[in-house]
Every structure is written in structure tokens, then in C-alpha cells.
């Protein structure tokens, strides 16, 4: 068994009374897709912004790679752009276009000459399917578009591990798959990835794991198969019992 990729052991941390995060211990090998599912306030996004440091822990360890996370400056910056984090909202800079976008953390963080940095961005926003939009700036896209650029861009850091926070809840029906579709394909391609989502249908379809989250805790964890058709905890059949009759 190769030394997993990201580690949580003993994660505690609380927003005033609220225990948002209860003795979380988990672990994601390397190419793993692990989607972590769970009611409104189960602590998943919290567990998905401690993992980049978004949010601090009180008190247990977060490791990447074998590292601790840094407290700040240099080293944070450095850790982060080897976690890509993709959020429900789009967080593009307005002012510069699709493909500025993507180039500037290569340029700026990675010292990428800036015509490799384009050409790499190029490829990326192809992968995506928004090359033709590469001029244009993040107004003229559709929330599907925009949300396939920020994945683009996390890509173009060449992440060790990708974190997604409900990267779909924003976005009109219809785009939904459109991004979903990029998500698979990095899953098949071996991305490590860690996806907080309520989409069912992609958890099924790309995830080695479900994560199951109520009340700050992982309640359980097995393979999509397992969980979705056996799942063992009560509160785990409520909750599919609850979205999966609609």
C-alpha cells in the first residue's frame, strides 16, 4: 500500500458551539476519487476548505504528500497550488480574460515563462471544451462554461490533488453535466480528487468512494455500490431515503 496522498487524523474544530468537524480520520490514496456526501450543515464543505487551509483545525493533522499543512506564507501558497479547489462559485477575475485566467498562478506561483504558460493554458481550456472562448472575459461565458475554465485553471498548476465543493449547485440544470462530464474524465484519467456534491448519478458513476458526513462526523464509508443499495447507518438511509425518492 503506497503512503496515501491526503491524511486527516483526529481533525477536530468547532465555529462557536457548533461542533462542525468531530473526529474526522481519513484517508485518500493517491488517484483515488473519493465524494463526500451528507444533509445541509454535515460539515462537508468544512472538511474541503480545511484540506487547502481554507479553514483552520483546532486541533488534530492534515498531511499532503507526506507534509503537514504550513501555517502561512511561502510554504501555504506552495501547498496550495498543489490542491486545486474548485468552488460553487466561479471566483474568476473578472477583468482578464479566460485564458489570463488560467495562465496567471503557472506565471506567478509555478515561474512559467508566459508563452509556455499559454500554450499549456490552451491545451487545458481544449480539454475543457472552451478553447474558442479563450479572449473572452468570465461575463460572456454561461455558468458552465465559467465553472469548466476554473477547473481548467486549477489544472493548469498541475495539482496533486483536486478539491471540489459543490462545483454544480450554482449552475442551471442543464450545465450541470457539461461540467460533470469534465469531472469524470479527469476521475478516469487518475486525478486524485475529493468532491463535496449532491450530485448522486456522479458519485455512482465516478467515485472509488462515498464519504458520508451528518453532524460533523463520517458516519460511514464504502464503494458507491455498497453505499447507495446497502447503506448501514440510520441516518444514511434517511438521507437517501429522502433524495432519492425524487
Same mark, same amino acid.
Given at each position: &500500500?503506497?503512503?496515501?496522498? #491526503?491524511?486527516? *487524523? ?33 460539515? *462537508? ?40 479547489? #474548485?468552488? $460553487? ?18 506565471? *506567478? ?18 480539454? #475543457? ?15 458552465? $462554461?465559467?465553472? !469548466? ?16 465543493? @459543490? ?15 469534465? &469531472? ?10 475529493? #468532491? ?20 460533523? $462526523? ?7 455500490? @455498497? ?7 440510520? !441516518? ?5 431515503? *429522502?433524495?432519492?425518492?425524487?
Amino acid at each position: &500500500m503506497t503512503e496515501p496522498l #491526503v491524511v486527516l *487524523k483526529d481533525v477536530q474544530k468547532h465555529f462557536g458551539d457548533l461542533h462542525v468537524l468531530r473526529d474526522i480520520n481519513l484517508e485518500i490514496g493517491k488517484g483515488e476519487v473519493v465524494v463526500v456526501i451528507g444533509p445541509s450543515g454535515s460539515g *462537508k464543505s468544512t472538511l474541503c476548505r480545511a484540506i487547502n487551509r481554507l479553514e483552520t483545525v483546532e486541533s488534530g493533522t492534515i498531511t499532503i504528500d507526506g507534509k503537514a499543512l504550513p501555517e502561512e506564507g511561502k510554504a501555504l501558497a506552495q501547498l496550495r497550488a498543489d490542491v486545486g479547489m #474548485v468552488f $460553487q462559485s466561479f471566483n474568476l477575475f473578472a477583468h482578464k480574460t479566460i485564458l489570463d485566467n488560467v495562465t496567471l498562478g503557472p506565471i *506567478k506561483v509555478r515561474k512559467q515563462k508566459k508563452a509556455d504558460a499559454e500554450k499549456r493554458g490552451m491545451e487545458l481550456l481544449e480539454r #475543457v471544451g472552451v478553447a474558442q472562448q479563450a479572449q473572452k472575459f468570465p461575463a460572456q461565458l454561461s455558468g458552465g $462554461q465559467q465553472q !469548466r475554465v476554473a477547473i481548467a485553471r486549477s489544472l493548469a498548476m498541475d495539482p496533486k490533488v483536486m478539491l471540489f465543493d @459543490e462545483p454544480t449547485s450554482a449552475l442551471d440544470p442543464e450545465m450541470i453535466n457539461e461540467v460533470l462530464d469534465v &469531472m469524470v474524465g479527469l476521475a478516469k484519467e487518475g486525478m486524485t480528487m475529493i #468532491v463535496v456534491t449532491h450530485e448522486m448519478g456522479f458519485a455512482r458513476k465516478a467515485a472509488n468512494r462515498v464519504v458520508f458526513m451528518a453532524d460533523g $462526523q463520517i458516519v460511514e464509508e464504502n464503494t458507491p455500490e @455498497e453505499f447507495f443499495t446497502h447503506p448501514k447507518s440510520d !441516518r444514511a438511509k434517511d438521507f437517501l431515503g *429522502k433524495i432519492l425518492t425524487h
